[in-house]
């Protein structure tokens, strides 16, 4: 079912936003690519608010891939509540979440719809969430491996030293709480091929968005694990060496190159829920493909949007950006492992 609906992939030509272009198009929709870059079918700069008036339409579906997000201003969804254009973000960034949130009531009386962070950071955790069959949850960890190899970017690493040996927020007690970026670590219990990886804490977008949702939440944490040999050792010593954190900051790009050569392919996304009263797991990985776990919920909600199937309007808390199930079968079927328990 093709829509008449016009949908604009911003940031298409990086890789994730390419990535949504071909789940996009493998879906039968005819998804419109926009970027900085010449050449691209439509010219736009997320921070331009004339280019984004000659470039979008009122009644657009915008997925904006266009990270990094920790360097982004809100631009981009204060003209989506302007022009009325519908706006999914693939933001894992905390501070831009803690940004957007108080754009609701504006985009509520704009009618239009603001997705945020419609990426495994926050959708994927909150379907987890919901398929936990946890009304009251009070603890909520998140683990990501990325596949290096494939996705190591000046986005992506910029998120990864933005936190080291820094002061990060975390929510912890009910509130935002100030922690030490990738100083404190824990070992997941993963389905093979993972194992017991160990995890290195990390600002994430859920601290702002999750508890949002769940009021009965007391903390929520994300832990990353670099993924390429020798890199968890290295990010270590440089949350805790000034020296060696400016040296990781101007060496980026050979870091970026050296993850392209050397990182992982198999990639991973692990929520735990706990409660009172007990817990559960949902794993998400693929030995070639995992980073379509990032992609999948905002290519779902671009898709219903489109086609008029997405009742919620304003600014939709990531519980509502997908039913996990559905979430969860298209996974499956873009060779993406679900394992779910209870425990």
């Not at 936003?17 to 005819?30: D, H, I, K, T």
Request: with cysteine; net charge positive.
């Amino acid at each position: 079912m093709r829509t008449s609906k016009r949908i604009v992939v911003v940031g298409g030509l990086g890789f994730f936003g390419s990535a949504a272009v071909a789940a996009l198009r493998g879906a039968g929709e005819s998804p419109l690519v926009a970027s900085r870059r010449t050449g691209t079918e439509l010219l736009l700069d997320v921070e331009d608010r004339d280019s984004i008036r000659s470039v979008l339409k009122a009644g657009d579906v915008v997925l904006d891939a266009a990270g990094p997000f920790h360097e982004r201003s809100i631009t981009l969804a204060e003209a989506a509540i302007e022009m009325g254009f519908d706006l999914i973000d693939l933001s894992e960034s905390l501070d831009y979440a803690c940004s957007i949130l108080p754009l609701a009531p504006a985009a509520g009386r704009a009618g239009i719809r603001l997705l945020t962070s419609c990426s495994s950071v926050s959708a994927i955790t909150a379907a987890t969430i919901r398929a936990s069959g946890i009304d009251r949850p009070v603890r909520v960890r998140t683990f990501l491996a990325p596949a290096t190899r494939d996705t190591a970017s000046h986005a992506t690493a910029g998120a990864v030293l933005k936190s080291l040996g820094r002061p990060i927020r975390t929510f912890k007690n009910h509130r935002l709480q100030s922690a030490m970026g990738w100083r404190q670590s824990r070992l997941f219990e993963l389905p093979p091929p993972f194992g017991s990886p160990r995890g290195f804490l990390v600002e994430s977008a859920d601290a702002c968005l999750i508890p949002q949702v769940w009021s009965s939440i007391e903390s929520v944490e994300l832990f990353v694990d670099g993924n390429t040999p020798g890199v968890n050792a290295l990010l270590t010593l440089a949350a805790y060496l000034p020296g060696i954190r400016s040296l990781m900051n101007r060496l980026e790009p050979a870091a970026i190159a050296l993850a392209h050569r050397f990182g992982s392919r198999v990639g991973c996304y692990a929520v735990e829920v706990e409660s009172e009263s007990g817990g559960a797991q949902g794993a998400f990985f693929s030995p070639e493909r995992s980073w379509f776990i990032a992609v999948a919920p905002a290519v779902l909600a671009a898709i219903a949007i489109a086609r008029e199937r997405f009742e919620p309007r304003g600014l939709v808390l990531p519980d509502r950006h997908a039913e996990p199930q559905e979430l969860f079968g298209y996974l499956k079927r873009n060779g993406i492992e679900v394992s779910l328990s209870r425990r």
